[in-house]
């Protein structure tokens, strides 16, 4: 049995070369490349001139089926397959991951990795391959990295089992922390353990939320106790974050409108601004005498900003998002 399982996996390989065959052939011919029964493969079989590879393979496949899985066309396939795939890496392999942003220290890089160190790495092929699955092409801080496995000639890296693959950490996973939410808020709602780490990395007595949504950092600041103005321009969402304050105990100065307008009739307190992600739009909010924070997708370059920052790369805390940047914050 031991000795029959990669003649099997090999044969499903070589089933699956004829099947692409014959797709790639009716694609080109104009034919829907896909076959729907047995008859559509039996006939396209009989029809498409295969490169001489797969049609041996396909004389040997029929030869297999007719006499019962006989042991010379299986031996032969494996040797045909041999010739066509490319071998698999197997063993420990060394993977580069270059491009991360210069200030991304080492031990940031690992935490993101999810390994004891920075790259290069040395893990399984498997690992390897999930490694440069997840991150080659990752964008971090305006920067995208390549990652690359260092593999013999002629091999590839093994596929990524399932288990292995990164799960994408859906916005809003963790569940609401505030108990009056809508669609659009509690996707962009922060969790509280960063909104908490916001307060503390900006530390002021009074600060605006330019961007309030259902509030959560706004009513972070004000539980760290900094008096706060929360601006809103929906005015549904600010009605959900004037309860949520209230069931929190906190007290808040909310103000309906968009912050473009008002903040020019606004205290000259510190700000803090969230801007909707999907159309960050600053222009006229920064001013570089005013103490200011912004929070940004972790893809986001920080260069783009005018003016001189402190760059924080928000790493999240609990089980599922310790090794995530959720977020950039900026700070000034
Ligand atoms: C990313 S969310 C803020 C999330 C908030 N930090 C939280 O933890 O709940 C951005 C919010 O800004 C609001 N918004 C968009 N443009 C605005 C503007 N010009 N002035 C004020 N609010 C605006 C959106 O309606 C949205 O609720």
């Known amino acids: ?41 039996e006939r396209s079989l009989d029809t498409v001139p295969l490169t001489d590879d797969v049609t041996a393979l396909k004389q040997l496949l029929r030869a297999m089926l007719k006499d019962g899985g006989g042991e010379p066309a299986a031996v032969q396939i494996d ?41 290069p790495l040395e893990v399984d092929a498997k690992a390897a ?59 962009s709602l922060t969790p509280l353990a960063l909104a908490r780490r916001h307060a503390a990395r900006f530390e002021v007595e009074e600060v605006i939320d330019g961007f309030c949504g259902l509030g959560g950092n706004a009513i972070a600041f004000a539980e760290a106790g900094a008096r706060v103005i929360a601006v809103e321009q929906d005015p549904d969402r600010l009605a959900l974050a004037r309860r949520n304050a209230d069931a929190r105990g906190v007290s808040i100065d909310f103000r309906p409108g968009s912050i473009h307008e008002l903040l020019p009739t606004l205290p000259a307190w510190p700000l803090f601004l969230d801007p909707p992600w999907d159309a960050i739009e600053l222009g006229g909010l920064l001013d570089p005498d005013r103490p200011t924070m912004l929070k940004l997708p ?11 920052w402190n760059v924080h790369y928000e790493f999240g805390e609990d089980d599922d998002d310790f090794a995530i940047v959720r977020m950039l914050t900026l700070i000034h």
Do not use: C, N
């Not at 099947?19 to 104009?30: K, N, V």
């Not at 972790?298 to 001189?308: I, L, N, Q, T, Y």
């Open 1 to 41: 049995m031991a000795e029959a399982e990669p003649r099997d996996f090999k044969v499903k390989k070589a089933w699956q070369e004829v099947i692409r065959g014959l797709r790639r052939h009716r694609r080109a011919t104009g034919e829907t490349p896909r076959l729907r029964s047995w008859a559509d493969v």
């Open 79 to 119: 040797g045909l397959l041999d010739r066509m795939l490319p071998a698999i890496a197997e063993g420990p392999v060394v993977v580069d991951i270059d491009g991360f942003p210069a200030d991304f220290e080492p031990a940031m890089q690992a935490r993101l990795l999810r390994q004891g160190t920075a790259p």
């Open 129 to 187: 391959a999930a490694l440069v699955r997840e991150f080659d092409g990752f964008l971090l801080g305006g920067s995208r990295l390549q990652a690359r496995a260092r593999v013999r000639d002629g091999e590839i890296l093994p596929a990524v089992p399932r288990s292995m693959r990164a799960q994408p950490l859906r916005r809003g996973r963790q569940g609401a922390w505030l108990p009056y939410t809508d669609a659009v808020g509690k996707r």
């Open 298 to 308: 972790r893809e986001f370059d920080p260069a783009s900003v005018e003016g001189d």
